[in-house]
Structures are given as structure tokens and as C-alpha cells.
């Protein structure tokens, strides 16, 4: 297998999930909008759910960057290129995962409450991992590729 193509597969599964995401996200909103939330739940139980999610994210966004971090630091740098790009691969897919199952308890949370902290909770999570976006440069830096392996 080529870097090129290792390359291809971590894009398209950047750019998959994200299509999942935003599809789910806009018809989501699209439903609350018409029908609005699907359950009428207690005050007491919507503060929970939310408490939850709060806390959720606020400990999965660090957790998901710390473990990429240190799962990458850990790629033997003497392995081949198409070796460090495998493994890089598996870590990226962790990390991305993690904050779409974020996203995805949110927007969920969203449908069934029908308030806006859900939708909130959703956009910024969208916004991180629009931030974690696997360009050349990026992986180059995050693997510390030398200018003979940055042929991908």
C-alpha cells in the first residue's frame, strides 16, 4: 500500500464522519424546528442529562487530545512510512470517534429536550473536531516526519 493512499483513507474517514455529523446535526434541527422535542421530561432530569454532557465533554475533548498526543509520541519513529501512517490512522480514528459520540449525545439530547444548551454543546463539538483536521502538515508535524518520509 502507498502513503498516498493511507493518506486518502484517514481523509475520507475525516471528511465521512463529518458528513454524518452535519446530516444528523441539520436534521435534527430540522425536526425540533417543525415538531418540536420528542419527550416533555422534568426539569430535574433535563439538569442531569445536561449535568452529564457538561461533564462529558469537558473531560472527552481533553481525554480524546492527551490520548492522540501521547498514542502518537509513542509511533516507533524508525518504523517505515507507511507503518507510522497505519498506526496514525488507528489513533486518529480513536480520537474522532470519540468526539462524533460526543456530538452525538448532544444532538440527541437536543431532540429529546428541545433547548438550545444541547444544540450549543453540539456546534462547539463540531467546531473541535473541525479543528482536528488531518491535513499533510499536520501529520507531518504530529508523526515528525523527515523530509525524506514527507512523500505522501
Do not use: C, W
Request: no cysteine; net charge positive; proline share 4%.
Amino acid at each position: 500500500m502507498k502513503p498516498e493512499t493511507i493518506f486518502k483513507q484517514i481523509q475520507i474517514l475525516y471528511y465521512v464522519i463529518l458528513f454524518g455529523l452535519a446530516v444528523f446535526g441539520l436534521a435534527a434541527y430540522y425536526f425540533v424546528y417543525k415538531t418540536g422535542s420528542v419527550m416533555l421530561i422534568e426539569p430535574s432530569l433535563e439538569q442531569t442529562i445536561y449535568t452529564i454532557l457538561i461533564i462529558l465533554v469537558f473531560v472527552g475533548i481533553p481525554v480524546s487530545y492527551v490520548f492522540h498526543k501521547k498514542s502518537v509520541a509513542h509511533i516507533d519513529p524508525e518504523l517505515s512510512l507507511i507503518d507510522k501512517l497505519v498506526k496514525y490512522r488507528k489513533v486518529l480514528f480513536i480520537k474522532l470517534v470519540t468526539l462524533e459520540g460526543l456530538a452525538m449525545f448532544s444532538i440527541i439530547g437536543y431532540i429529546v429536550a428541545g433547548t438550545k444548551p444541547y444544540l450549543l454543546m453540539y456546534i462547539i463539538l463540531v467546531i473541535v473536531y473541525l479543528i482536528s483536521y488531518p491535513g499533510k502538515k499536520n501529520i507531518s508535524e504530529e508523526l515528525q516526519l523527515e523530509n525524506g518520509q514527507k512523500g505522501f
